[in-house]
């Protein structure tokens, strides 16, 4: 919205500043992270009388998450909110890209408040069946996917780009749409695994999404793209404005979640949150790219699939409670110490995933 403020400028004043997607970024950050920090208290404050007892407790978790019972959950709404409302002012509201990575966020942010309001309201773990978030899920990302395609280079449509790999490029053809719901819903869904701890998910979602914004600042800034021998993908950059705004509405969250959490996340912001990477992989042509910067994600979920195919087989258990960080927890270990550890894997992680940016 802002940006139109360049339509008053004459090249050299103030108004002038709106024009660079960087300047933008930065006012998208501070913007967001000062949303988190007013409402922040407020909004939990609604949150604990409306919810009475909190999120559900599972009985079957590890015995020190009892003392959480009564922690308030919907958390996620603070940097949904935040995030939107930076993106809004900042990005400019022309660019089709902007608007799919927003609409798959806010659509997953509405699936999670429904099943967060169900566990809640009902007082269990179960909220919405699978089935019905699993196929809401999917009919989402079809959007999103016929979305990206409609707006990416026709050289570039239906088709998969591989990291190191300058030239190869593998035309999935009808499978593209698949893939799209693969990545976004699978995305969506790892990030919720992995919220089951304070502070655990959105640190790892905060460096995954800073390191996707620099991925959609350069493929979408032909010199850079060119540079670095990158698909050109146009109008990408103007997503660096919404990961800035996310990484400052996720501080802001992390204020009040960091351990003891005074809210949870809840499944308004994991599924929110996993799906806006998904999608920004999708519309930056980087979707390989992000099973690498979110490898924790990937590990969290590929532990439940794990156990619950080898305990269907054998009746066994392969970690002593699943996803991974409760195997942890089992083991001892404490919880900051498996949340710190976990957030340095996923800084390592989005290390590697951008030194793929080089290595052509």
């Given at each position: 919205m802002l940006y139109w403020l360049t339509l008053l400028s004459d090249g050299g004043d103030v108004f002038n500043l709106f024009r660079y997607i960087t300047f933008r970024a930065g006012g998208a950050f501070l913007t967001a992270l000062v949303f988190g920090f007013i409402f922040g208290r407020p909004l939990i404050d609604v949150l604990r009388r409306r919810q009475g007892k909190g999120q559900p407790i599972r009985d079957d978790g590890p015995e020190a998450h009892a003392a959480k019972s009564g922690t308030p959950t919907m958390g996620g709404l603070l940097i949904v909110g935040a995030l939107t409302t930076a993106t809004l002012l900042w990005a400019r509201l022309d660019n089709a890209f902007v608007w799919m990575v927003l609409?798959?966020?806010?659509?997953?942010?509405?699936?999670?408040?429904?099943?967060?309001?169900?566990?809640?309201?009902?007082?269990?773990?179960?909220?919405?069946?699978?089935?019905?978030?699993?196929?809401?899920?999917?009919?989402?990302?079809?959007?999103?996917?016929?979305?990206?395609?409609?707006?990416?280079?026709?050289?570039?449509?239906?088709?998969?780009?591989?990291?190191?790999?300058?030239?190869?490029?593998?035309?999935?053809?009808?499978?593209?749409?698949?893939?799209?719901?693969?990545?976004?819903?699978?995305?969506?869904?790892?990030?919720?695994?992995?919220?089951?701890?304070?502070?655990?998910?959105?640190?790892?979602?905060?460096?995954?999404?800073?390191s996707l914004g620099v991925i959609a600042y350069v493929v979408g800034n032909f010199n850079f793209a060119e540079y670095l021998e990158l698909h050109y993908v146009p109008g990408t950059g103007e997503i660096l404005i919404f990961t800035a705004a996310l990484f400052g509405g996720g501080l802001g969250f992390l204020w009040y979640n960091a351990p003891p959490a005074a809210v949870f996340m809840g499944d308004t912001g994991s599924l929110a949150l996993g799906g806006a990477l998904g999608a920004i992989a999708v519309a930056t042509k980087h979707e390989l790219v992000l099973a690498i910067i979110g490898g924790l994600f990937v590990v969290e979920a590929l532990s439940v699939i794990i156990q619950v195919l080898y305990y269907k087989r054998t009746g066994k258990r392969v970690f002593l409670m699943a996803p991974i960080h409760h195997h942890y927890e089992k083991l001892g270990w404490s919880e900051p110490t498996i949340v710190i550890r976990f957030w340095i894997i996923s800084l390592i992680l989005a290390m590697i995933g951008l030194a793929t940016l080089k290595v052509r």
């Open positions: 609409f798959v966020t806010l659509s997953f942010a509405l699936i999670g408040f429904a099943d967060d309001y169900a566990k809640v309201s009902k007082q269990n773990s179960r909220g919405v069946p699978g089935r019905v978030r699993l196929g809401i899920g999917i009919v989402v990302a079809v959007i999103a996917g016929l979305w990206a395609a409609q707006f990416h280079p026709e050289t570039l449509q239906n088709q998969l780009a591989v990291p190191v790999f300058k030239n190869l490029l593998i035309n999935l053809g009808w499978f593209y749409i698949p893939f799209v719901v693969l990545v976004i819903v699978g995305s969506a869904n790892a990030v919720n695994l992995t919220d089951g701890l304070d502070g655990l998910a959105i640190m790892p979602v905060m460096i995954a999404a800073s």
